[in-house]
C-alpha cells in the first residue's frame, strides 16, 4: 500500500548472513501544530500525575488520541499483551496519526515485536526511550528514523528548552543541533547511522532477529540502576555478540543510579576502561537517558562522533 512500509519478517532477518548496507534510514514526514498524534503505552504502568504532565506539554502542541484503556495495569504492565498490541499497531497502521508518543518505559515492548511481524506501518515519528528501545530496533530494521527522547512521564519535568528541541525534531527538515558530552574516554571521529539506546534493552535483543543492524555504525547507550558489574556484563555481552567489532564509535549517555554502595570505584570507572579496551572513538557524559536532563536525538540518521571535542553532530534531518 502507498506511504506504508512492512517490518521484515521473522524469516526474511535470518534469511541472509549479509549484514545490512551502511545506510540512513528514511526520514518521517514532518510535524505541523495542530496535527493528530497517539500517546500509546506498550510497556510498563504510568503514575498518573506524571504522565498528565507530559501530556498537557504534548496536547498543548498537537491534537493528542487515546485508547480509552491506556491506564490500564496488570502486574507490571500497562494491561495484557493483547492490550497494548492492539493500541500500537493501530496508531502505527493510522495515516491520520502523524507521531506516536509513549506514556512509560519499564517492561513489555520486547513482549509485543513478534506480534508486530508483517503489520503495516505508516512512515511517522515514534518518541520513546528505555524499554521503547525494543520499538526503535524495529523501526530501524524496517528502514524507518524513529526519536529517542523523553516518554511522557518524564516530559513534564524536563526544562521548556527540551520541549522546543523535541518540537523542532518533529517539525524541522533541518538536522537536528547538536549535543555535548562531558568526557572523552577515547579520542579521534567517527561517522555514521546512529543506533542503540537503554543498554539492558540492547542486550535483550541480541540473538534475536529484532536486533538492530550496528555495521558502521555509532552506538548509543545509557542505563538506569544497574551495578556496575551488571554494566561490565552486559557491555563483554555486546562483546562476545561482536557487536563492537562492527561499530565506528560509542556515545554514552547518562548512567543514573549506577552506583555500588561503599565501592572505591564508580560506574564511570568501569565504562571508561571497558570503552578504551575497544580502541573505538567514546564520548561520555551526553544529556540523554534516565538523568535530570533527556534531549531527543533521532535513531537511524547520519552522525559525526568528534570524541576529542565531545560533540555530536546531526548530519541528516529527521523529518522531510
Known amino acids: ?37 497517539a500517546v500509546v503505552a506498550p510497556s510498563g504502568p504510568f503514575e498518573q500525575a506524571a504522565f498528565d504532565a507530559g501530556l498537557a506539554a504534548v496536547s498543548n502542541r498537537y491534537h493528542v488520541e487515546l485508547d480509552p484503556g491506556i491506564a490500564a495495569r496488570w502486574r507490571y504492565l500497562a494491561g495484557d499483551d493483547a492490550r497494548r498490541l492492539a493500541e500500537l499497531a493501530a496508531a502505527l497502521a493510522d495515516p491520520q496519526i502523524k507521531a506516536v508518543f509513549c506514556a512509560r518505559g519499564g517492561y513489555g515492548a520486547l513482549r509485543l515485536l513478534a506480534h508486530l511481524e508483517g503489520a503495516p506501518i505508516t512512515p511517522k515519528a515514534l ?40 518540537f523542532t525534531l518533529l517539525e524541522s527538515s533541518l538536522p537536528a543541533q547538536p549535543l555535548h558530552g562531558g568526557s572523552t574516554f577515547v579520542g579521534g571521529t567517527a561517522e555514521g547511522p546512529l543506533v542503540g539506546g537503554n543498554l539492558a534493552t540492547l542486550t535483550a535483543l541480541l540473538g534475536t532477529p529484532y ?44 548512567f543514573t543510579r549506577c552506583e555500588e554502595r561503599d565501592a572505591d570505584f564508580t560506574s564511570i570507572d568501569v565504562l571508561r576502561d571497558l570503552a578504551i579496551a575497544t580502541g573505538l572513538p567514546c564520548a561520555a557524559g551526553f544529556p540523554i537517558g534516565h538523568g535530570e536532563l533527556n534531549e531527543p ?8 562522533l568528534d570524541a576529542s571535542q565531545r560533540s555530536l553532530r546531526f548530519l541528516e534531518s529527521a523529518a522531510r
Open 1 to 37: 500500500m502507498q506511504g506504508r512500509v512492512w517490518v521484515p519478517s521473522i524469516l526474511g532477518f535470518y534469511a541472509t548472513t549479509q549484514p545490512m548496507p551502511e545506510a540512513s534510514c528514511r526520514p518521517y514526514p514532518a510535524l505541523r501544530p495542530g496535527d493528530r498524534v
Open 211 to 254: 536486533s538492530p543492524c550496528f555495521d558502521g555504525a555509532v552506538l548509543l547507550l545509557e542505563e538506569v540502576g544497574e551495578r556496575p558489574y551488571r554494566l561490565d556484563r552486559m557491555w563483554t555481552q555486546l562483546a562476545l555478540a561482536g557487536v563492537l567489532r562492527r561499530i565506528r564509535g560509542i556515545v554514552l549517555g547518562s
Open 297 to 304: 536525538v533521532p535513531l537511524g540518521v547520519r552522525v559525526r
Open 127 to 166: 518518541v520513546g526511550f528505555s524499554d521503547i528501545c525494543a520499538l526503535h530496533a524495529v523501526l530501524g530494521r524496517a528502514g524507518l528514523v524513529s526519536v529517542h527522547g523523553p516518554v511522557l512521564t518524564q516530559l513534564g519535568a524536563l526544562p521548556t528548552a527540551t520541549h522546543e528541541r523535541l
